[in-house]
C-alpha cells in the first residue's frame, strides 16, 4: 500500500534538545495528530553530551492556507515544553546561498555546475571574491559578482560590508569555495553554523599554508579534503566532510596539489548538500549528519 | 542533561507493516506511555513497494519482571492494527549461529576471530561441514565440529539432517561461509530471510564458477565480494553487503583469488554483524539496512 | 645527485612486442648509447598472452635538430629486430582529441574543465554532436562544434562524415562522454584503439540500457561507472577504468543516476588522461596500464 | 610467445644510487649479457632528492651451480661504478621475521592467518612479547613464544637480550604488531628500515596515545591506521601504507578502536607483504614503494 502524497505539501522539521523521555513520541504524536504523513525520521541521542537530535520529512495536506504559519504556532507549545531549538520548513524552497572565492575556480565551477544540474538544490544569491578574475565566469551564468577587494586596512570595513551583503541578500549560508583570506574572529562568531569553508588537507593531518608541501615532506600514502563549519579557531571547526585519495612516491607537491583539486570539490560539494538540505546539526564541536 | 540508562533492560524492535498515516506516532507513543526510553530510531517508507520498516533500541525499567513478556503482549495490540510483522529482543541476548563450510577457511577464522573479540555479538552453534578437514582448528575453540557429507544420491537425506540440526541447536542463522554445496529449493524456502552466503564476485559481475578466472578474462579493474541471503535462485538473494577492491593488469586469477580472500571476509563480517544486530530486513528481493 | 634536464627535450617512447630474452637490455642500451636519459620506465610481461609491454619517459639533447626524426629513423632496427608496435613522441605535445556527446553534459563539462585546468594535457579539436543543445556550452570556450544529426537511414552516410572529421581534424582519440548512438561495427573497427567510451554501468553488472534501474532493481549496494576501448561487441570493449561508489536502499533509480554522474565524469577523466599521457596499451580483449 | 620459466631460479635484484645517466641500461645490460630473462622491472628516479631506485624481478639459468654467488660477484663491478647499495635475492626464499606484541592479538592473528594461506611469504622465527598471555595462541601454530618482561629498569638489558634474538634468530625483519613498548633511541637506529611499526591511527592525524579518543573529539569523518618504519621519532617513521575507513556522528572511542582494527590488520598485514617482497625503499624519511 502506499500513501497518496501527491499534491501534498512537503516539510522537513529539524530539533534538537536535552535528551530525555517522550520527545519522539511528543513530536511524532503531534504530526500524527495534525494527520501529517512522516516519509522519513531520523533521529540520535548523544549519551556523551546529553543532546537529542532529529530530523523529520513529512507531508502536510494540501488547501489549508496557510498551513505551514499554522504548523509552526502549534509546534510551538510542543517546543517550549522541550526546551527545543528547531524550524519548520518546505522541502522544496531553495536556500539562498553566497559563495566566496579568490582566484582558485575548480570548487566554484563543481558547485555552479551542480547547482545547474539539480544534484545541490540551493538558490545562488551572489558570488563574492575578493579579485576580480572571475566575475566574466560568473556572469556568464546570470548570477551577480561582487568584487570586495581586502586589505590589511580595510579588513574592518570590508567585513561590515560583507555581512550587510548577507542580510541584504537574504543568503543562509555562505560557503567559502577556496577563498585565501582568514576571516575576523567577529565575523566567523557571526557565521556561527552558516559558513562552510573547504581545508586542501585530510585535517587533522596538515593544518596551515601548503598542506600538499607538508604531505609530501611527510611521504603520505592518503591525501584528502576537508568541509568544516568555520570557527575563529582556524582549521578547528566542526567537520561536516571529509574525502581521501591514494597516492604514491611518485606525487610531487604540483601533482598532490593537482590531484588535491578532485577532494576538495567532492567533500565541499558534499557538505554544502547536507547543510541545504537541512541534515546537519551543531553538537559542540562537532557534527550530527543524517545522510 | 543525560537520561540514566545504567542497569536498565535494553531491548530492540523491529516491525515491518505497510506504508499508512501515524505509525510512528502509535508505536513510539506505545514506548512512551510504557516509560520506555528511546535511544536510536530508524525507518524508512519505500514509496515503490509502499511498506514501511522501523528498528528502535529502547530501555525498559528495572524490577518488572518479566517486563519482556508483558511489553510483547500488550505490543500485540498495536501490532494487530498495523498488520505488522514484528519482533522485541533483548538487545544483550546473542543470536545462535550455525557456520557451514567446505574446505576454504579464511572466512571461518575471520568471524571466529571476530566474535572472539566481541565485535561479532553472536553464540557460534556448531560448524557444519561437508569435509572433516576443518575439525581441529574448530574444536580447538571448543566449538562443535559437525560433519555431514554429502554425495548426489544423500543430498536430500543430509539436508533432512541439516535442517533437524539448525532447530535442535536453536540456530536463529546460518552462515555459508565458503560452504561448496548448492542447498535444495527446498532448503531454500525453508531458509528464508535465514541463511547468508557469500558469493565470490562482485554481483551481479560474475555469477557461476570460477568467477576470478572471468573477472581476469574480462580485464576488470576492480573486484570484490557480495554477502546476500540464500534463495532458490542462486546468486541472486537480497544482497546485503558488496565490498570492492582495486586491481590491474598484473593480476592473474590466482592473485585475483588470493586478493579476494580479503573481500570476502570483510564483506561476510559485515552482513553478519548487520543480521544479528536486527539491521537487516527482506523487502520483496532487496534489503533494507539501518546501519 | 640530480641529472640536469631543463631545457632537454622530453620524449615518450611505447613499445610492445612479444616476450623475449634482452628486450629490455637491447631498448635501454640504445637510449644510453644515445645519452638519453631514462626518468621513468615500466615494463608488463603477460606470461599468459607471452606480450611483453614497456612505456619509457626520457629526456634527448638539445640542440641536435631535428632530434625526434633521428631518433625515430635509429630505433627502426632496433624495433625490426624485435617485431615491435612502437611510437616515439614528444611528452609535451598534446594530443588532438574529439569529444562526442548528445544531450547530457556532465562528462563534457566535466572535460572542459579538466582540460582548461592543465589536468588533461590535450587539445581539443571539436565537439560532435547528433544534437544542436550544447552548441553555446562549447562554442562559448572557442571550441568547434559541429552538428551531426543521425537517422536510421542517414547513419552511414553520417558516420563517413565523422571518420572525414576525425582524419580532417587530426584527432588521435575520439571521446564519447554519453553519446547516445550505437556506432556501426565497421566504424568501431576504424577507430579500434583509438575511441574511449563511458559505460554508466559497473560492467559486467548491467549491460544495455538503463542500468540504474536495473540496479536499483538488484539491490546493490555498490554503483559505478566503467571506461572502455569502442569495439563492435557492445558493453565488452576492453576496460580502462572503474569507479564505484556505495549506495543504500533509499536510493531510488533517480537518485541512483544523480550520483552515478560523479562516477562516470571520474572514471571518463581517468581514462582520457591515462591515454593521452601514452600510458595504455591493448592486450587483446584487456588493456595493460602503466599508472 | 612465452619464453619459457619453468625450472629457471627466480631472483630479485633491489638497488638504489644517485641518479646518472646509463644506469637502466647497465643493469638490464648486466642480466642480458648473463643471459637473465626480466619478467618485471621498476624504476623511480627521485627528481628532488636526486636519488635512483630499480626493483628488477629476473630468471637466471639452471645447472649453473652456485648461480647466484656468481651473479653477486660479477655484479659487484656495475654496483662499485654506480656507488650502488644493492641486493640479489632468490624470490622464493622466505625472510625470517620476528613478531612482537604485548596483549592485543588482533594484527598477530591476523598475520599468523595470512602467513598460513601464504598471501604472505616469510618464515616466522619466533613471537616475542613483554607479557605471558598469548603464547598458547602462538605455540599453537608450533611457533616459538619467547617472553621478554619489559620495567623501566630493566629496559637496556632486555633490549640488548631482544637484539641478541634477532640476530640468533637470522631475523631480517621485525614486526612491532601492537607492540606498546617505546623502543629506546639506540635500537632503533640498530633496527633503521628492519622493523615496521603499526600506529593506530591516519597519521599524522593523532601523534601519541589514545588516537580514537582524539578522533572522537575532533568528530572526524575518516578514520584510519598508518604502517611505518621505526625511528627515534616516534610516530614520524618512514610510511609504508595507510588504510581509511568512513564513520560518522554515532561512532563513540570504543567503537572507532573496534572499527579501527580492521584498518590496523589491513594496514599492518600490507607493509609486512610489501617489505618481504622488496618492494620497499627507504628514501630519506619517506619510502619509495613499487608495488
Chains 1, 2, 3, 4 share one sequence.
Not at 75 to 85: C, T
Not at 166 to 171: D, F, K, N, P, W
Not at 218 to 241: C, F, M, N, Q
Request: glycine content about 6%; hydrophobic content about 40%; charged content about 25%.
Amino acid at each position: 500500500m502506499t500513501v497518496p502524497l501527491e499534491g501534498k505539501p512537503h516539510y522537513i522539521l529539524t530539533a534538537t534538545c536535552d535528551s530525555r523521555m517522550g520527545t519522539v513520541a511528543r513530536v511524532s504524536g503531534f504530526l500524527a495528530s495534525h494527520t501529517c504523513y512522516i516519509t522519513d525520521m531520523q533521529q540520535f541521542d548523544d549519551v556523551i553530551t546529553g543532546r537529542f537530535f532529529t530530523r523529520i520529512s513529512f507531508y502536510g495536506n494540501p488547501g489549508s492556507t496557510p498551513e505551514l504559519e499554522a504548523l509552526r504556532e502549534q509546534f510551538e507549545a510542543v517546543a517550549k515544553l522541550e526546551v527545543m531549538e528547531w524550524a519548520i520548513v518546505e522541502a522544496d524552497k531553495k536556500p539562498r546561498v553566497m559563495i566566496m572565492v579568490s582566484k582558485f575556480d575548480h570548487c566554484l565551477v563543481d558547485l555552479l555546475y551542480r547547482n545547474r544540474t539539480g544534484e545541490l538544490k540551493m538558490e545562488i544569491s551572489c558570488v563574492v571574491s575578493n579579485h576580480p578574475d572571475l566575475r566574466s565566469l560568473v556572469e556568464a551564468q546570470g548570477i551577480p559578482y561582487v568584487h570586495i577587494p581586502v586589505t590589511a586596512e580595510t579588513k574592518a570595513v570590508q567585513e561590515d560590508k560583507l555581512m550587510a551583503l548577507v542580510e541584504e541578500t537574504q543568503s543562509e549560508l555562505v560557503v567559502l569555495a577556496r577563498y585565501m583570506q582568514v576571516l575576523s574572529d567577529d565575523l566567523c562568531r557571526r557565521l556561527r553554523g552558516q559558513a562552510i569553508n573547504i581545508h586542501h588537507s585530510f585535517l587533522p593531518g596538515f593544518k596551515g599554508a601548503k598542506p600538499y608541501h607538508q604531505a609530501h615532506a611527510r611521504g603520505v600514502k592518503l591525501t584528502g579534503a576537508t568541509a568544516h563549519y568555520v570557527t575563529a579557531d582556524l582549521d578547528e571547526g566542526p567537520i561536516i566532510e571529509q574525502v581521501v585519495q591514494r597516492v604514491d612516491h611518485t606525487y610531487t607537491p604540483e601533482k598532490l596539489a593537482a590531484a588535491g583539486r578532485d577532494s576538495e570539490c567532492r567533500a565541499l560539494a558534499t557538505a554544502v548538500r547536507l547543510h541545504v538540505e537541512r541534515r546537519v546539526f551543531l553538537n559542540d564541536s562537532k557534527t550530527v549528519i543524517f545522510g
